[in-house]
């Protein structure tokens, strides 16, 4: 089984300043100049219609070929709906296009960034995992910021997942985990420290990660001030 390691360059540059490139690809409205208390997106008609795209396809019943092209026909009905996006980014991803996958990713990015930020970045004070209408944006947010963990860009990767924890503190998507590992020095590849060693889980083993987190989270204290009194 491969075994994540820490890097102590990957550490250190986690604790630099933001780059002007950095700052610039934080920034969102331009004509927003005050930070939102709350963001809920409007409920997309098309929202249906994709999961049950996406859910024939998954079981079997069309092909890929076909599910394509009604990704990219959801799109034109609604193009700020990013759930579209992201399926085909994945599709992309397994066939090994990488360059469509990076492409639709930063597509999806800009575009959820435009939708919640202000112009200096701030993302709302809250923006709730809780609200299904808000799910294909934080998941466009949190997918960017993957890649860009990927690509090496550690601090903007990081910043994003600062502001995804800030924004949503019950942190249903576990910002929580990737920053922390960031700080430690990991590679986007750390979950796989959480994988099962035998037995009847699948996927990743929640209690493993939060015996970790709650392990090393004091390492970096500050970074958890309010998840941990929004906890109590």
């Given at each position: 089984?491969?075994?994540?390691?820490?890097?102590?360059?990957?550490?250190?540059?986690?604790?630099?300043?933001?780059?002007?490139?950095?700052?610039?690809?934080?920034?969102?409205?331009?004509?927003?100049?005050?930070?939102?208390?709350?963001?809920?997106?409007?409920?997309?008609?098309?929202?249906?219609?994709?999961?049950?795209?996406?859910?024939?396809?998954?079981?079997?019943?069309?092909?890929?070929?076909?599910?394509?092209?009604?990704?990219?026909?959801?799109?034109?009905?609604?193009?700020?709906?990013?759930?579209?996006?992201?399926?085909?980014?994945?599709?992309?991803?397994?066939?090994?296009?990488?360059?469509?996958?990076?492409?639709?990713?930063?597509?999806?990015?800009?575009?959820?960034?435009?939708?919640?930020?202000?112009?200096?970045?701030?993302?709302?004070?809250?923006?709730?995992?809780?609200?299904?209408?808000?799910?294909?944006i934080i998941r466009a947010l949190c997918n960017f910021a993957l890649l860009q963990w990927e690509q090496d860009h550690i601090r903007l990767s990081l910043?994003?997942?600062?502001?995804?924890?800030?924004?949503?503190?019950?942190?249903?998507?576990?910002?929580?985990?990737?920053?922390?590992?960031?700080?430690?020095?990991?590679?986007?590849?750390?979950?796989?420290?959480?994988?099962?060693?035998?037995?009847?889980?699948f996927g990743l083993d929640a209690k493993k990660m939060d015996a970790w987190f709650d392990a090393n989270a004091a390492k970096f204290s500050n970074e958890?001030?309010?998840?941990?009194?929004?906890?109590?």
């Amino acid at each position: 089984m491969y075994e994540p390691r820490v890097s102590k360059a990957r550490a250190e540059k986690a604790t630099k300043p933001l780059k002007r490139g950095d700052i610039a690809l934080l920034k969102g409205n331009p004509k927003r100049v005050r930070q939102l208390a709350e963001f809920t997106d409007k409920n997309r008609t098309v929202m249906d219609e994709y999961y049950e795209v996406t859910e024939l396809f998954q079981a079997g019943q069309v092909s890929l070929t076909e599910t394509k092209q009604s990704l990219r026909q959801l799109i034109k009905i609604d193009k700020q709906f990013l759930d579209s996006y992201l399926y085909l980014a994945q599709i992309e991803y397994d066939a090994e296009n990488y360059e469509d996958y990076s492409r639709l990713v930063w597509e999806t990015y800009l575009k959820a960034v435009q939708m919640v930020a202000n112009i200096d970045g701030d993302y709302p004070k809250s923006l709730l995992w809780g609200w299904l209408e808000n799910r294909h944006i934080i998941r466009a947010l949190c997918n960017f910021a993957l890649l860009q963990w990927e690509q090496d860009h550690i601090r903007l990767s990081l910043e994003i997942y600062r502001k995804l924890l800030a924004s949503n503190l019950n942190d249903n998507i576990g910002a929580r985990y990737s920053i922390l590992a960031i700080r430690l020095g990991y590679g986007s590849e750390y979950e796989a420290l959480f994988l099962p060693d035998s037995g009847p889980i699948f996927g990743l083993d929640a209690k493993k990660m939060d015996a970790w987190f709650d392990a090393n989270a004091a390492k970096f204290s500050n970074e958890f001030v309010d998840f941990f009194e929004n906890a109590k």
